[in-house]
């Protein structure tokens, strides 16, 4: 079993729905949880972190569920520039504080 | 902001070759270096981690003598593809993690990457 797993999609998305996946990981000692953004090609961006209680920022939501090991990201009103592909990404410290990176969920926004 | 500068883009040489990549901090120091490997629909593969001074730890599967990997300083580090071939055709990049301040949390800087394509 891989350590970090997303389903790779591709999501197509109409314009202004939303879209929702998630991401499941197997090391419960994992503690720190981020979600990436990588257009093709280019180097990855943080777009969030994801905490314990869940949080938001503008239009995407993180959630994070410790019991199922997993965490979700959800896209509100999607743009066509959300277009992309989103990397899960665990920290766990007792793996030498390394980031594992899932192989991410291709993104399709269409007008 | 910190920002970390790597070049070249984009290599393209012959098979047998050597071809180094440098990732340079501006703006902070890069106590450690993570060096990324990505084939086409692929997740970042972790190849090395580095810390300046100290040799580099290699994942297992990667050559450590075919990757060298040089942190000789807070702003610089190097991996360098020695004997180049087809199958190491990738987009390699790094990503740095700061001493302190607000980039010594988790949240790692990443470089531009370099697509490499040996013929």
């Known amino acids: 079993r891989k350590e970090v797993e997303q389903d790779p999609g591709p999501f197509n998305v109409p314009e202004g729905a939303t879209v929702a996946f998630n991401c499941t990981y197997s090391?419960?000692?994992?503690?720190?949880f981020f979600w990436y953004r990588q257009d093709c090609r280019k180097e990855p961006k943080l777009l969030m972190s994801v905490y314990s209680s869940g949080n938001e920022d503008g239009r995407f939501t993180a959630q994070l569920n410790r019991a199922s090991q997993y965490i979700s990201l959800l896209i509100r009103d999607s743009k066509l520039s959300d277009s992309a592909t989103y990397l899960c990404?665990?920290?766990?410290?007792?793996?030498?504080?390394?980031?594992?990176f899932g192989g991410g969920t291709r993104v399709l926004v269409k007008p | 902001g910190a920002v970390v500068s790597q070049h070249p883009s984009r290599v393209i040489c012959k098979s047998g070759t050597s071809v180094k990549i440098e990732c340079r901090s501006l703006d902070f120091q890069a106590t450690t270096m993570f060096w990324y490997r990505q084939f086409p629909k692929q997740s970042l593969m972790l190849m090395a981690t580095?810390?300046?001074?100290?040799?580099?730890?290699?994942e297992q599967g990667v050559e450590k003598d075919k990757f060298l990997i040089n942190h000789a300083s807070l702003t610089l580090s190097t991996l360098t593809v020695t004997s180049a071939h087809p199958e190491d055709s990738s987009f390699y990049i790094c990503?740095?993690?700061?001493?302190?301040?607000?980039?010594?949390?988790?949240?790692?800087?990443f470089g531009s990457g370099t697509q490499l394509s040996v013929l």
């Open positions: 580095s810390n300046e001074g100290s040799k580099a730890t290699y």
């Open positions: 990503s740095a993690r700061g001493l302190s301040g607000a980039q010594a949390n988790e949240k790692l800087f």
């Open positions: 090391n419960s000692a994992s503690q720190s």
């Open positions: 990404v665990v920290n766990a410290k007792a793996a030498g504080n390394k980031l594992t």
